[in-house]
Structure formats: C-alpha cells, structure tokens
C-alpha cells in the first residue's frame, strides 16, 4: 500500500518548462510549444516590420521572423552576447524564433508550485503571464505564448513575411 506522501506525488501534474533569461527575470515556456533552441545567427532586417521583429532568418529551408522578446514584454534592447539565442517556437500553427538573453535549462517541476500571477506585476507586460512558479531559490515567470503575439500582431508578420517584402 503507497504511502499518502507517495500517492500526493503521483498525483501531481508535472510541467516540462524551457527557461531562459531576459534581464535579470528567468522565465519559461511549455516545452512543447519549443522546437529547438539556436545560438545567433545572421538575422535579415525586413522593411516596415513591426519594432519587435529584428528580422528574418533561414532555418534549413524555411524562413522564420525572429522577435526580440525583450521588445515584446516592454523590456529595453540589448547588444547580444555569446548567451543570446533564438528559441524556435510554433505557436498557433505558426513558427518563430524569440530572442532571449540566454537559456538556463529545461525543467520538471510540480504544476501545485504554479500560482496565478500576482495583480500587480513590475517589470514586464503582464498580459502576457500565464502564471508564476515557485521554486526553492527563485520565480520563475511562466508566459503565455498564445497571448505573446495578438491578432494584430499576427497580420503584421504576414505581411511581412509576404514573398515581395522579404
């Protein structure tokens, strides 16, 4: 007969999370919006895009806009280093690469440690929290990738990415 601390584990949900740096703030995403993570390459600056896009890029075949994710959660840019890389996500049916300042690790964690994003949240847009998990040592700010980029922002990077803008 388990145990009720054996039983409690086994019914605790576990979210495989990315995690990455954007300033001093660690956050994470749901590992399966991630198809891979890419140290920088040449980025392909597009006419009129949208200020939160830096570009385009050719990932083995396909070309994918890039977002500075900084520039999205209301964060000032940064010169990029040999920690920046591009998570490469499909969101929505549509693949992009966001720009973080580094990525820490891919983590296992009890979804009972997430907790609903406070109401006053500093330092970036909070619309786009999902929640906030609590770790031994440190937050861990979750985001909503469905929420990232808005419907207005979705017809922007189409029209971008249409073949006579690129």
């Not at 983590?107 to 999902?130: F, H, Q, W």
């Amino acid at each position: 007969m388990a145990s009720l601390e054996t039983q409690k584990n086994e019914s605790t949900e576990l979210l495989q999370l990315v995690s990455f740096l954007i300033g001093k703030e660690e956050f994470g995403v749901d590992i399966g919006y991630v198809q891979e993570i890419n140290r920088m390459v040449q980025i392909t600056k597009v006419p009129n895009a949208p200020d939160f896009v830096d570009g385009i890029i050719n990932l083995r075949g396909r070309i994918i806009p890039v977002i500075d994710l900084r520039l999205k959660l209301g964060m000032g840019r940064k010169e990029q280093d040999k920690n920046t890389r591009i998570v490469v996500v499909d969101v929505s049916g549509k693949t992009v690469g966001f720009i973080v300042d580094a990525v820490t690790e891919v983590l296992r964690i009890p979804s009972n440690i997430i907790e609903a994003p406070p109401d006053m949240v500093t330092g970036v847009n909070s619309e786009y929290i999902k929640a906030v998990g609590k770790l031994e040592d440190r937050l861990l700010i979750l985001i909503d990738l469905e929420k990232i980029l808005s419907k207005e922002d979705n017809v922007r990077l189409e029209i971008v990415m249409e073949p006579e803008n690129i």
